[in-house]
Every structure is written in C-alpha cells, then in structure tokens.
Nanobody
Framework: QVQLVESGGGLVQPGGSLRLSCAAS????????MGWYRQAPGSQRELVAT???????NYADSVNGRFTISRDNAKNMMYLQMNSLKPEDTAVYYC??????????????WGQGTQVTVSS
C-alpha cells in the first residue's frame, strides 16, 4: 500500500503565504514525477505544478512566479510554497505522485487533499 498525506492548508489573508507538504509512505521503491493539483467548488481539478526526479518543474500560468514546488527524495516529501496568495487560489489542494512499488506495476496515487482558503 502507498499513502500520500497532505498538510499545511488553512485560512490566510490575501497577499499571505502558506507552505503545503506531502508525505509519501508505504511500499515505495521509487517515486517519479510528483505534482500538486487543486479543485475549487464547482470547478474541475486542475494542475498547479509538477516536479520530476531531476527537479525539472512546471507551473500553471496562474501560479507561475508566486508558487514554488520542491521535493526531498531522501524523505519522500514534496512541498508547495505559496506566496502572494489571492482569493482565487482558494481550493482543495491534492498531492499526486507516480510511484513504483515492489511487486506491483507503477501507478499514480492521490492524497486526501488539504483545504486552502484565501480571504480577508
């Protein structure tokens, strides 16, 4: 079994910052690309940012320059530093990872999500 657990969400004022974390655990042989996605009420889930094993990053235009994705391969952790937050960043943020496990084909896994609310 593989688990992804997000943390760090909360309520923040516009212009503020938050740092999300994603911890991967369980039967993990190797973690490939990891990413953050978000889903606002009434909207589809959308890509926020991804990071490869070689630390190549990709960002949605809406967050480029404000958010920074990073990972710590030794700890099976991924982070999202969110600065200059706007009300439109309000959403549930999900961690996603492509993971190879012992005895199983590689698969994509999701966390349960963490709520981020940007409001004054």
């Amino acid at each position: 079994q593989v688990q992804l657990v997000e943390s760090g969400g909360g309520l923040v004022q516009p212009g503020g910052s938050l740092r999300l974390s994603c911890a991967a655990s369980g039967n993990i042989f190797r973690i490939y690309t990891m990413g953050w996605y978000r889903q606002a009420p009434g909207s589809q889930r959308e890509l926020v940012a991804t990071i490869t094993t070689g630390d190549t990053t990709n960002y949605a235009d809406s967050v480029n320059g404000r958010f920074t994705i990073s990972r710590d391969n030794a700890k099976n952790m991924m982070y999202l530093q969110m600065n200059s937050l706007k009300p439109e960043d309000t959403a549930v943020y999900y961690c996603n990872a492509h993971i190879a496990s012992m005895g199983r084909l590689p698969g994509y896994y999701w966390g349960q999500g963490t709520q981020v609310t940007v409001s004054s």
